[in-house]
């Protein structure tokens, strides 16, 4: 039996461990309460505004305050990690929202026109909705995603929503009110039945939102069964978080904070190898005492934090933040995993790197690092086929060219392959890529297609 340092104290004398009675949520209605905003200037504020009406808005106190540097606001990282800027819309979008707002239009009209702009933004990425989710006979299991053998994502409703929001979140679609865009699961039995038909499943994700905006118990009830005979094969559990940097109090000071590492230590204890994934995108996520703390705690229940986030215009396009970023995860004991590419919807015109610039960041930030580092992989496209691994620009018979890979994939056997596209030093996303040497599609598209076709969907 591991033990948990520090299990007996409910109130660490750990700067910004504040008591979880502090916790102050702020979201778009609360506007007028942030009072650093207040130093904006009034164009500014009302463009931000307008844009929270499109994209979901949530910060809280400990963000405010340890987090964003005000002094350096509207260029601070975390404070475009956190607030909408006006050029997160693109201009007819805004134009529509301000006239709006301008002209004082009630509610519903606000509403329906930021419903109209979000059909405008691919709110579902990569074919999930169709593609992804599982079923048992005719039935759909609403809540749950099977895109790869070895992995089950789970969403539980409880998790739906996070300690605040990332600006660039791919998954924004998920906490903007709209039911039919949401992905949720309110019943923990249809899990227990799914994987335990599944014996080929080795890996459970917990994602959302956070699942860490649960309490204890709830979490629980989705993990403790799967210590019971009939999970054997589920020997992984990951659970997706960003509140190691927007509320780190969870793991340290919150009421059921011991609780909840008590369970970790359990999963771990019973022989599941217990993976936090961390989301992180900048070093000075990781400076505050108390998250250093929450990891220190994390850690000391046997379970591994690994690190993921993408590369974003205006957050960390540069590969000395990657290489500072990668150094401190390891020396606090987190092993770097993924660095993705923004994904294609959303304000991706706002945060999009091109692949090409994105792997020479990724390239020079690896040559910063020791190879305890260099677990991180990279660059990754989440796409509709699987992930898309950017593994540099050469040439190849007199033509510039990207050498490509999937890390994972629809179909198993294209893990590994390598394939080439035609150098584009435009192209951000994988669709926008086309076959090099004069080739009229990549090995994978019958077939990707096809799976297309037969779950109802033309493009993904």
């Known amino acids: 039996m591991t033990m948990v340092a520090g299990l007996d104290r409910r109130a660490p004398a750990v700067p910004g461990a504040v008591d979880a009675a502090r916790y102050r949520v702020f979201t778009e209605r609360h506007w007028d309460q942030i009072p650093q905003l207040r130093a904006l200037p009034e164009e500014q504020r009302e463009a931000m505004r307008a844009v929270a009406k499109v994209l979901p808005f949530r910060v809280n106190q400990f963000v405010l305050d340890e987090l964003i540097d005000w002094d350096n606001v509207p260029d601070d990282p975390l404070f475009r990690l956190v607030f909408p800027q ?8 805004m134009e529509a929202m301000l006239k709006l707002l301008r002209a004082g239009a009630d509610n519903a009209a606000l509403v329906a026109q930021a419903r109209m702009l979000r059909e405008e933004l691919n709110p579902h990425p990569a074919g999930q909705q ?18 790869y053998n070895e992995t089950v994502l789970f969403f539980p409703s409880q998790g739906q929503t996070c300690h ?3 600006s ?19 019943e923990a039995g249809h899990l227990h039945e799914y994987l335990a038909g599944n014996p080929r499943v080795s890996d459970l994700l917990l994602t959302g939102g956070d699942p860490m905006v649960m309490k204890t118990r709830n979490l629980a009830q989705y993990l403790e069964p799967l210590l019971a005979p009939g999970f054997e094969h589920v020997q992984n559990i990951r ?10 109090q969870r793991f340290v000071s919150d009421a059921d904070a011991d609780d909840l590492l008590r369970l970790l230590e359990r ?16 070093w000075r996520e990781l400076e505050p005492a108390v998250s250093r703390e929450a990891i220190r705690r994390i850690r000391d229940t046997g379970a591994v934090i690994r690190a993921q986030g993408p590369l974003l215009s205006h957050i960390n396009d540069d590969a000395g933040v990657w290489a500072r970023m990668w150094r401190t ?44 580092a260099r677990t991180a992989r990279g660059p990754s496209m989440s796409a509709g086929p699987g992930k898309v691994e950017v593994q540099g620009v050469t040439e190849v018979a007199g033509e510039k060219v990207f050498v490509l ?13 390598p394939f080439f596209a035609h150098y584009d030093e435009k192209a951000a996303w994988l669709d926008q890529l086309r076959p090099a040497f004069g080739e009229e599609k990549f090995f994978f598209q019958d077939e990707y297609q096809a799976m297309c076709r037969a779950a109802g969907v033309e493009r993904a």
């Open 86 to 93: 006006p050029e997160m819309l693109l201009p007819h979008q």
């Open 130 to 147: 169709a593609l992804n989710v599982p079923r048992v006979g005719e039935q759909m299991l609403e809540g749950m995603q099977h895109k």
């Open 164 to 166: 605040a929001y990332c």
């Open 168 to 186: 660039f979140c791919f998954r924004w679609a998920q906490f903007v009110g709209d039911k039919e865009l949401r992905f949720a699961a309110n």
């Open 239 to 248: 659970i997706g978080t960003k509140a190691l940097t927007f509320w780190p």
């Open 267 to 282: 999963m771990v204890d019973a022989g599941k190898h217990v993976a936090v994934m961390a989301h992180y995108n900048h």
């Open 329 to 372: 995860q390891v020396h606090l004991g987190i092993v770097p995993y993924y660095l993705f590419v923004e994904r294609d919807t959303g304000a991706r015109h706002y945060f999009e790197v091109p692949l090409a610039r994105t792997w020479e960041i990724y390239r020079d930030a690896m040559q910063q690092v020791s190879g305890l």
């Open 405 to 417: 890979r999937f890390i994972q994939a629809r179909n198993a056997d294209w893990v590994q392959r």
